[in-house]
């Protein structure tokens, strides 16, 4: 029991600290739609993406988040947009969060860049539980629950973004717009905002890639938080680098992409597609929490697809030459 309230202590300080009530994830640039609207369809394909993270392992209540999202692109004659959806639950001992969010991301061609804004629309909701063990039972505190309690709001978010695929992308936005505040919990979301670049630096003629990604994160409220990532692509398959959060930790990566065979069918008009992203990545805390929780493991997985149908040319012949 100690431990467990000496983790949501440490959990409040750190989360009070950084300013962030949203999820902390290593592999978010996997994820932008959930941090930036506008990234909805940021890859050309659809795919579908799992991320699990085991937050300070070590706590008995240590913070555990599953990420499960989509992301495909669709167009109605000449307009183009992307769309998506995320659900995520965030657990912390007693206190229980789920978020459901659709994302809209109309997009707009400019010399050969891809400008989006994006707009999402979900809910939020928190629960709190009541399965607390009193320290001194002559006591009784109003603030602490004696029954399961759970409220949902309303949420929205916004965003924008420039990028040209397979090179670099840059995008700012803000979630939370509406603040949602859940008055039966004593709780209101802070606006939160966001600003996401990253480059790919080919190496020469060798088959790798350098790729950068950063992650600003901040309420106004509190000095910002960084994420900076580099990670090293080799051959179109593996890749391994490391995320470096200031003041929190420092986590190597590794994973593979790989990218199947084209399949052809009816014929062969109609060509399937198929890539599969994993990756595992390993926090090296390097906070006070160091001294009490043995880092952080996060993994996750994505399978995009697309369909790519060839259009049937029709042939006239001259009756003279039947």
């Given amino acids: 029991m100690k431990k467990s309230l000496l983790t949501t202590a440490i959990v409040s300080l750190t989360l009070s600290l950084f300013a962030q009530q949203d999820p902390q ?27 699990y993270r085991n937050q300070w392992t070590g706590f008995d209540s240590s913070p555990r988040t599953t990420l499960f ?61 009541n399965d607390w063990i009193a320290i001194d039972d002559f006591r009784q505190d109003d603030a602490i629950p004696d029954s399961r309690q759970s409220q949902t709001a309303f949420d929205m978010s916004f965003g924008a973004m420039i990028y040209e ?14 603040a949602p505040e859940l ?5 209101k979301a802070a606006q939160h905002f966001y600003a996401m670049g990253g480059y790919n630096f080919p190496v020469g003629s060798a088959p790798i890639t350098v790729r950068t990604n950063a992650l600003v994160k901040s309420d106004l409220a ?22 470096f959060r200031p003041g929190d930790a420092i986590s190597p990566m590794a994973g593979m992409e790989y990218c199947f065979a084209p399949k052809a069918s009816n014929g062969g008009r109609t060509t399937l597609n198929q890539c599969l992203r994993l990756g595992y990545s390993y926090d090296i805390t ?29 042939r ?7």
């Avoid at 960084?226 to 490391?242: E, M, P, T």
């Avoid at 390097?286 to 029709?314: A, D, K, M």
Wanted: net charge neutral.
């Fill in 316 to 322: 006239h012949n001259n009756p003279r030459f039947l």
């Fill in 222 to 243: 509190a000095p910002p938080a960084f994420d900076l990532n580099a990670n090293v692509l080799y051959s179109n398959l593996i890749f391994g680098g490391i995320t």
């Fill in 69 to 129: 999202n989509y992301s495909g692109n669709y167009g109605v004659n000449n307009f183009k947009f992307g769309a998506g959806l995320t659900f995520f639950n965030d657990q912390l001992g007693q206190e229980k969060n789920n978020n459901f969010r659709l994302h809209f991301a109309p997009k707009f061609d400019l010399g050969g860049k891809t400008v989006a804004l994006g707009v999402t629309l979900g809910a939020m909701n928190k629960a709190l539980g």
């Fill in 165 to 178: 695929q397979g090179k670099y992308y840059f995008g700012v936005s803000a979630t939370h717009l509406t």
């Fill in 25 to 51: 994830l290593t592999f978010w640039m996997y994820d932008k739609q959930s941090f930036n609207p506008a990234g909805a369809g940021f890859d050309p394909n659809h795919c579908v993406t799992l991320i």
């Fill in 183 to 187: 008055d039966e919990l004593n709780f």
């Fill in 286 to 314: 390097t906070s006070e929490l160091r001294n009490y929780s043995s880092g952080s493991h996060e993994v996750f997985v994505t399978y995009c697809f697309n369909f790519e149908t060839t259009p049937i040319r029709s």
